[in-house]
Structure formats: C-alpha cells, structure tokens
C-alpha cells in the first residue's frame, strides 16, 4: 500500500511540474532574394537554348503586391519569360528567381509570335516603373493598399517593345494601367 501510496505522489508531482509540450516555434517566411530583368534574362536565355538555340524572347513580366509604392523601383523576386523558336513552332514559359531558372511549360503554336528586339528594355523596367509611380501610380498605390502591380515587356501591333504596367486593387476593383514605349520612355496610353 505505501508503494502504491509513493507511485501515486510521484505521478501526482510529476503531472504538476510537467511544463506539457514545447509550443512550436514560429519559422519565419522564407524571404526571396530579389533578381534583376537582365540577370532573369539571361539565365532564362541560357535554360531555353539548350532545349531550342533558336528562341527568341516574346514577352517578360513579374508581379508585385506593395504597401509602399517605392518597393516598385526594387528587383522583383522572381520574373516570367516567353520564348519562341521558330524551328520547334513552340513556345517556352521559363520562370527565373535568385536560385533556379527553368521552363514551366512548352506549347506548340501556328501562329507566329513578335519577338523583342534588343534595345532600350535591357535597361530594365525602373525607368517605366518611375514614370508609372509619376503618372499616377503613386497616388493609387498610397490609397489602394495592398494593390497587385503587373509589369510586362512585349511588342505592341507595329512591333515596338512597349511596357505595360497595370495596378488592381483586389477589393474595389479599381485600376490603373500605363503603357510605355521601351525605347523612348513615353507614355503611349494612361487607362483608369
């Protein structure tokens, strides 16, 4: 009985003093490491000519969700390419971030897509972006918080490269959305 009666106290003791398991700690969100459109390009370049050496680069865009307009004029994350080879008749989706280039998807197609030139573009998008920010986009972004911004390179109908640069605030609806030549910087079109 005093066995019993000491199993018990030592159970009880235990049971009162046990701290009960640990609370996870929280791991925090792995942060992406920002990547320019020239670095993006040219890895995604090197990944899609060892499938086709003939592809030629339709579009590049990336996206943003901001709180803060000038986070805008920082690299992106993480960028989305389309490449043609006109051998294959296929197009490639390649998406580039800090680590890793590789193609996403391939799709054969019929008609012949516009591709990007070299030229004023491979500077890169802070040049359009700031002259988005200039022309309304700051004033929508302060007061649309949490708007999604999508960034795009392709070749318009006369086969220039164009920026379009399009905010949405997911909630309300509300838009904004510049085009911009690529050689020359102006504004093509501004739609509300």
Not at 22 to 42: D, G, Q
Not at 57 to 67: D, F, I, K, N, Y
Not at 128 to 139: D, P, T, V
Not at 153 to 161: H, P, S
């Amino acid at each position: 009985m005093r066995t019993a009666w000491l199993l018990a106290m030592l159970l009880l003791i235990a049971g009162c003093t046990y701290p009960g398991p640990a609370e996870p700690t929280p791991t925090p969100a792995p942060t992406l490491e920002p990547v320019s459109l020239w670095n993006a390009y040219r890895r995604a370049e090197v990944t899609v000519r060892s499938e086709a050496p003939d592809a030629g680069l339709v579009s590049a865009s990336t996206q943003w969700q901001t709180e803060d307009p000038d986070t805008l004029l920082e690299d992106p994350p993480q960028w989305a390419f389309v490449f043609y080879s006109p051998s294959q008749q296929t197009v490639f989706d390649l998406l580039v971030d800090a680590s890793q280039a590789r193609v996403a998807n391939r799709a054969q197609v019929w008609t012949t897509p516009q591709t990007l030139e070299p030229g004023g573009w491979q500077e890169g998008p802070r040049d359009a972006l700031s002259i988005f920010l200039a022309y309304g986009g700051q004033e929508f972004l302060e007061g649309h918080p949490g708007a999604t911004v999508s960034l795009h390179l392709a070749t318009n109908e006369e086969g220039a490269a164009v920026w379009t640069i399009a905010a949405l605030d997911i909630t309300t609806r509300e838009t904004l959305s510049l085009q911009i030549d690529a050689a020359n910087l102006q504004v093509l079109t501004i739609l509300p």
